[in-house]
Structures are given as structure tokens and as C-alpha cells.
């Protein structure tokens, strides 16, 4: 029998007694702990009725159970679906119906709320819980798993048979499943593993969540296949992730977690000595963290692109210039291009359009939407990622923000990273984010919504009077509101859309007829 990615990931694996994965309470997961924990789980798939190209949906508090069922999942021929732990009955009733899965696993204390949605979606629930801290993880699938067999024949899944089954976070409209295949991942990891020189000397601190591509696909599939392992933190907490530093060879974060490190005391060039490698991604780092981090720790922040649907595209290089600002250079065997949105017409260097992508990293469509996904790609395969940028004459490639994201404001556009830019680059500002808000006169009208440090005396004139001589007129913020902080999702992304409604009526009055 033979199964796409799990074979890949065995034909990696290191010597059977090499850690794969240690937990915040000591426990430690060997590769051998991988492959008999892996099958113990797709035993107890397998005996709760599962077959291949089934979806066993997981929402799950993070744990290394949790990755060994991903693993179980995968070899069981089923098709994994993590859901965000934050999600409440309601969501979970929408994913539940539209993917149909025939297992739906919880977190034990949630079980008696859960229990009516998956009843009603017709899927069998089983629970995983976090670690019990006797080796062994509460639940009823903990419990199936730890009473299964150690040996398990995988069952047969080629290339393009479906691995994974990602809900987009949905910020406009229904939320959609990105369907990935088992080449999908399995290209990506290998491409990464060795553009990032992933080993296994590596010792990687995981402190992302699971449910999502970055924590899931980038990180732990790069560290099983290059055996390298891993320091496994539930969540993201300064104080350990420094204390861990001397331990670990490589980190990969959010820029969120850039940005609070940099406000600890501890982040010293001594700290992170140890650390060869530092990964951004899942939104836009900004050029003064990268900066700030290179002078506090002399590690260039290493900035990367990719997306639900097509795993990685870009990335700046190991060797060579780690631009700010700036996703790098489309990695090999990934195809990207700009275009002009709506002819699809190709630009040329420096010229803001569409980016485009295409490769072996790019889904094979969504779930149950086949209008959808005809709409999303060109004729000949690219994907229209959504995403605004430019490359540049070097060939880096720059994200200017979601196309959604675009102000048109009285027929001209505004790209709101270049706003942001020029506003962050003022005293005294943390962060800002530009939207667009109905306008009467303008159709939208461009509004920045500014962080400032705590002492600053900044008020809405000074901002204005900067950006007066830098941007052209039509550019220029209507208002400028001051917030204490920005609203953010886990990934650390920025949620235009919830300012976008909190400041829908802002020129209401000032520009009704
Ligand atoms: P998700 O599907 O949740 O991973 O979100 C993907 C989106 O995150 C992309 O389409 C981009 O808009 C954004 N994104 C990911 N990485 C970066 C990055 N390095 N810089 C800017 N935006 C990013």
C-alpha cells in the first residue's frame, strides 16, 4: 500500500529514538512514538467506521495528541479538518453541515454542547483532550487510541487524493473549504525544509495554533520531514519562548509575537545566540520590527508569504538579502504573477495589480463550490489569490494588502499599506491601519486608524501635516482616529472589516445632502 505524504514523512524519519516533539510538562513524543501513536489513532478511525476520503473534523485544544491524530487522519485515508478552537456551537453548526464529516472530535468539555450539532450533522463525537500528565491524553478517542494497536497498514492515497480540509477565516462572507492534497503538503514541506535548511540538528519552538496552515503544514510538517524536533508550547507566552531560546535552533511566528518579544527585557543578542533561523508570516511584519529585531538581536527576520489555499509561495531568501517590507522571491516551483484585477492582462515589474499563483502548493479547489472555484482561477491554472502587490526589478515580490481592502475614493485608488507606511514611519506611532468608510461625496473616504505610544502628544492635525507634503492629495486620511489598540484575529491580522463597521456612519453627518 502506498500513501503520498505518510511515506514521505517515513522515508525522513530519523532514528526511532530521536525526540520529535517535547510538551511544557517534560512529557517527550520520540519519532517511533510517532509512528505508533499515529497508527493507534488511525485504528481507532478505522473502528469508528472511517474511510478513505472521509473528513474527521477536530476542534481540539492543542496538544502533540492532537498532531498525531493529523498523522492518523492521513494515514487512515480520511481527510483532516481542524476548526479554530474559538469557534462556538453556532459556527461549528455551519461546518459541521457543509463538510458532512463522519467523525467530529471536541474537547471533552465541550462534548455536552457540541453533542446536538454533531448529532444533527449526522457525525459520531468523540472527545481528545489536553495532556492528563500521566503520558496519556483524556477522552473517548484518547482512550480508543490508547487501546488500539501499535501496527497499522496505511491505507492507499495517491497525490492529489485530499489530505486536509481548511476553512478560510471568512472575514467577507461564508466561510469556504480550502481542499489540499496529499502533494500539496507534501511539496511544500519539502521545499521548505530545504530553502530554510531545515535538519535534524534543528530544534524548532512551536507556539503557534494548530488549526491553521502556518502552525500545522509550514511548521510541523517541515520538522517531520527533516527530523528535526520540536519544543511544543500550548500557546504563545514571552517568558517561555525566552527561556526556551538557548534550547532551540529555529522559531517561526506571527509578527505579533515579533512585536511582543521585542517588548521584553530578555530579548538580547545573547538569548537568542543559539537560533539560526527566525520565520515570519500570516500578515504583514512591519518594516520597523524586522529593523528593530535585526538591532536588539542580529538576526534578519526572515519574512514569508502563503495562504490557506496554496500552503507557501514566496519567501526571502536564506542566503542573501531578508528585505523589510518586502515576502521575497517565489519559491521553487511556484509560479507568481501580477495582473491587472479585472482583464487578468499580465503587468510588468513594479506595476501594482492581482497576485497570482501556481504550483503543486495550490488547492485543488473548494469544497462543495464549484462556481467558486471556477471564479477564482484563470484559464490557464493560476490562482487569483486576492492579494494586492508588485514585484519588484530584484524579483522580490511586495504585498500592498487584500484586494478588498482597496479604497476607491472619488475613482481613485488608494492602496492602504502605503498610507500605513508614511503613518508608521511617524514619532511616536505604533501601528495604524487604513480603511475605506461610506463617503457621500468620495464613495469612500479614506480614514487611518492610529495607534500612538502611550507618551505621545499626537493629535490628528500633526499626522495630517506630515503626510500633506508625502501623498497626493486624494491620498490623504478624511480623519484620523486614535484607538488603543487594532482588532486582531489568532494569527495577528488586522480585522478591517470590524472597523470598517465601527466607523461606517463617521461622514454621515458631515456629508449628507
Ligand atoms: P490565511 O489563509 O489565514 O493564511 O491568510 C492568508 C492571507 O494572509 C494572505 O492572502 C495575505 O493577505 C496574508 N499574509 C500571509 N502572509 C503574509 C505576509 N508575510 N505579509 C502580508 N500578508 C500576509
Not at 179 to 195: I, K, Q
Request: aromatic share 8%.
Amino acid at each position: 500500500m502506498s500513501n503520498h505524504l505518510y511515506d514521505l514523512i517515513r522515508s525522513r524519519m530519523p532514528a526511532p529514538e530521536k525526540t520529535f516533539a517535547e510538551a511544557e510538562d517534560g512529557r517527550s513524543y520520540s519519532y517511533q512514538d510517532v509512528e505508533a501513536i499515529s497508527a493507534r489513532f488511525a485504528n481507532a478511525l478505522i473502528e469508528l467506521g472511517v474511510r478513505p476520503g472521509d473528513r474527521v473534523a477536530v476542534q481540539v485544544e492543542k496538544s502533540i495528541e492532537a498532531t498525531m491524530l493529523y498523522l492518523g487522519c492521513i494515514r487512515a485515508g480520511a481527510i483532516f479538518l481542524p476548526l479554530n478552537t474559538a469557534y462556538t456551537a453556532a459556527e461549528i453548526d455551519y461546518f459541521l453541515t457543509d463538510a458532512e464529516p463522519r467523525v467530529f472530535v471536541c474537547d471533552p468539555a465541550r462534548r455536552e454542547a457540541l453533542a446536538p450539532v454533531a448529532g444533527k450533522a449526522g457525525a459520531l463525537i468523540e472527545t481528545l483532550g489536553a495532556s492528563t500528565g500521566q503520558g496519556t491524553s483524556a477522552g473517548t478517542l484518547a482512550d480508543r487510541a490508547f487501546a488500539a494497536p501499535l501496527q497499522f497498514d496505511d491505507v492507499d492515497r495517491g497525490p492529489d487524493d485530499l489530505a486536509a480540509i481548511l476553512y478560510t477565516s471568512g472575514t467577507t462572507g461564508r466561510s469556504k473549504g480550502a481542499m489540499l492534497s496529499h502533494e500539496n503538503l507534501a511539496s511544500n514541506a519539502r521545499t521548505l525544509v530545504e530553502e530554510w535548511r531545515f535538519s535534524a540538528d534543528d530544534v524548532l519552538i512551536h507556539a503557534l495554533p494548530i488549526f491553521h496552515t502556518h502552525g500545522l503544514f509550514v511548521a510541523t510538517n517541515v520538522v517531520l520531514l527533516s527530523g528535526a524536533s520540536m519544543l511544543f508550547l500550548a500557546k504563545f507566552d514571552p517568558d517561555r519562548i525566552l527561556a526556551l531560546m538557548p534550547r532551540a535552533t529555529a522559531m517561526m511566528g506571527v509578527p505579533t509575537f515579533y512585536v511582543r518579544l521585542l517588548q521584553h527585557p530578555d530579548l538580547t543578542r545573547e538569548t537568542t545566540a543559539n537560533i539560526r533561523l527566525f520565520v515570519s508570516g500570516s500578515a504583514p511584519l512591519l518594516a520597523e520590527t524586522h529593523r528593530e529585531w535585526q538591532a536588539r538581536t542580529g538576526h534578519a527576520i526572515l519574512e514569508r508569504y502563503g495562504m490557506t489555499e496554496t500552503n507557501m509561495n514566496t519567501s526571502n531568501p536564506y542566503e542573501g538579502d531578508r528585505i523589510a517590507g518586502t515576502v521575497g522571491f517565489p519559491l521553487p516551483g511556484v509560479e507568481v504573477r501580477i495582473t491587472e484585477p479585472e482583464s487578468g492582462q499580465v503587468l510588468g515589474n513594479n506595476e501594482i495589480g492581482m497576485i497570482e499563483v501556481k504550483g503543486p502548493n495550490v488547492f485543488k479547489g473548494y469544497w462543495r463550490m464549484p462556481e467558486k472555484t471556477e471564479s477564482e482561477f484563470r484559464p490557464d491554472g493560476f490562482f487569483i489569490t486576492g492579494d494586492l502587490g508588485k514585484i519588484d526589478e530584484k524579483g522580490y515580490v511586495h504585498i500592498l494588502g487584500r484586494g478588498k481592502d482597496l479604497i476607491i475614493t472619488g475613482g481613485y485608488n488608494v492602496y492602504p499599506k502605503e498610507i500605513e507606511s508614511e503613518i508608521d514611519a511617524i514619532n511616536g506611532v505604533v501601528e495604524s491601519a487604513v480603511i475605506g468608510v461610506p463617503h457621500h461625496d468620495f464613495g469612500e473616504g479614506v480614514t487611518a486608524v492610529v495607534v500612538k505610544d502611550g507618551t505621545a502628544q499626537l493629535e490628528e492635525k500633526d499626522i495630517h501635516s506630515v503626510l500633506e507634503g508625502r501623498l497626493a492629495r486624494y491620498k490623504l486620511p478624511k480623519r484620523v482616529i486614535f484607538v488603543d489598540e487594532l482588532p486582531r484575529n489568532t494569527m495577528g491580522k488586522v480585522q478591517k472589516n470590524i472597523l470598517r463597521d465601527r466607523f461606517a456612519d463617521l461622514y454621515r453627518s458631515t456629508s449628507a445632502p
